[in-house]
């Protein structure tokens, strides 16, 4: 038996990772693991490299490293094309691999919605590669007196990149966060939304809400008010857009079922709507809820979604019957900076340092193998007790 799992992100992964644990009775399934990237990338953490807080190595563990040990096999490889009816994958390089199931969990990607410039001039915010182009941009800019930044997109991703470019470029930074809508966070509540404004206000970051994009140029953002014609133009030298989420277009071009919104429609056990042996989840799939919602795109969400994956697999090998996924929400954190950060738990509001250290915790508690933990968890701790060593010792 062969389970195939394209993706290894929080859905990918941790689906390989728990099925690996499994004690499995008879025949163990061989897994196949498979992603373009050799490593595994802890996005949440991904702006803690642009201020030095973090190392690549902490947020993006080599994918060898975390599977040792589990049986998992590995392949890095780019995937051009899939075929749910063979429960199969095409890669770039010409090969073609095939399972009795498919785990369908490539993510989403950064859309342009056909607004011209932002291919060339902008940055979106989701990859490592991404970061380091951000990284290289902002040193060349540093050498300037004022570093001119523009973010699209004033969602959780645009609010926690301005603070920590604005803590990283103090005085220098100029910083300005566009969005058509009206407020800073629109899927968030008050106990994010309201210490977020707080944070921005602190490093002078200019909300220029109500805006359209129109186009990008290699000078700046060339928008409109929602209500106006007149366009203006807002010079940056540092572009970056960050306005969502949409399915890849080797998604978009397969059989499998989509919604209105073009993500694989996924049964409520995470089963492709018309292909049962191929499973989606994450950032691509539009899985139901039993409240009649649909589940949110978050890495939470799919880290929950994984557990389920790996039961309706082995549910699914063994002719058991499977689980419904059940989503449950423990919160939402953001980053505000270096220092700082907010969480919404359970209804109740937390913002400042400790949230900013709850925030690390939780993260470190996400990692996906137990020695990363540790040596990641190491690191922090070591760091801190240097920092306040040197703070003691100067003052
Ligand atoms: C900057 C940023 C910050 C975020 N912060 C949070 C947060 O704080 N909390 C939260 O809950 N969510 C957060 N999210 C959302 C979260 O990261 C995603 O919802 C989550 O990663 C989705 O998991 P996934 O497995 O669907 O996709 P991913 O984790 O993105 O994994 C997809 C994997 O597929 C691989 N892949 C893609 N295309 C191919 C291909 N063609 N061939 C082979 N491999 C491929 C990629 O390399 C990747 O490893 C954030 C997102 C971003 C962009």
Known sequence: MKILIVGAGFGGLFTALALSQYPWKEERPQITLVDREDRFLFVPLLYELLTGELQTWEIAPPLV??????????IQGEVKAIDPDQQACML??????????LVVAIGGQTPSFGIKGVTEYAIPFRTLAHAHRVEQRLRELEQKEYVRVAIVGAGASGVELACKIGDRLGSKGVISLLDRADIVLPNFDENLRKPAIKALEDRDVHLMMEKVIEKITEEGVVYRSVDGEAMETLPAGLILWTVGTAVPELITQSSLEKDERGYIQVTSTLQSSNYPRVFALGDLASCPLPEGKKAPLSAQVAYQQADFCAWNLWASIHKRPLLEFRYFELGTLISLGTTQAAASILGYGLSGPVAHILRRLVYLGRMPSSKHQWQVGVNWLSDALVRNLRTWASS
């Open 65 to 74: 490293e975390v599977l040792e040990g589990t049986g998992v096999e590995f």
């Open 92 to 101: 770039t390089d010409g090969r073609t691999l095939e399972g009795d199931y």
